[in-house]
């Protein structure tokens, strides 16, 4: 029989405080573990991104970034040119562990994540407000304090809220929440 190994782990002591606040991504992360939702929000203990992690965030960054441009100068071309000036800095970033396949992966599921956001929208229509990207958004549900940032507003008559959200799959999808969450929508509309 082998002999088992302990390691001790020194772990703060963090008391009975649980977050000021709740974001989606919590919510969802405590919808399918408690425990991780505690260790990650509660405690603090982070895991490193994963891939999908990682081009979800350079295709975010990327149209962030694209729609801070003015509308007229929002082309194809100029988001394929972030697109990969960005990812060469996160590619460098996290050459230390990125194999040539991940490397692959990357670059075909960033440009497929690209390409399908200009089949869901025409970027030189959009009227954006540099203040409406990556807008807090708080709201109280039932004593718990929601806490969130919408990728972006556009105010054409309506005003649409709006978060780009990726499938296991990496394609982008818009959703206004207006449609996707209409419980939701009353207490998001008071965007502070």
């Known amino acids: 029989m082998s002999e088992e190994k302990l390691v001790a782990v020194q772990v703060a002591d963090i008391g009975n405080q649980l977050p000021k606040h709740v ?9 399918r573990c408690s425990l991780a939702y505690w260790f990650s929000s509660v405690a603090g203990w982070r895991e490193p991104a994963g891939l999908p992690q990682i081009i979800g965030t350079l295709v975010h960054d990327v149209l962030e970034n694209f729609l ?3 509308a007229e100068n929002r082309t194809k071309e100029v988001a394929w040119n972030l697109l990969r000036d960005t990812g060469e800095v996160v590619i460098d970033h996290n050459k230390s562990w990125l194999k040539e396949e991940d490397l692959v992966t990357l670059k075909d ?12 929208e025409d970027p030189t229509q959009l009227n954006i407000d540099l203040e409406d990207l990556e807008r807090p958004v708080t709201a109280i549900f039932e004593s718990v304090k929601l806490y969130g940032r919408l990728d972006r507003m556009t105010r054409d008559g309506v005003v649409w809220k709006t978060n780009y959200f990726s499938t296991t799959k990496q394609h982008y999808y818009l959703v206004m929440l207006k449609i996707h969450c209409p419980r939701l929508f009353p207490l998001l509309s008071r965007c502070r």
Do not use: R
């Open 23 to 31: 974001s989606p991504s919590q919510l969802s992360s405590f919808d």
């Open 109 to 120: 599921k960033s440009a497929e994540s690209l390409k399908g956001y200009f089949d869901l």
């Open 68 to 70: 801070k441009i003015k």
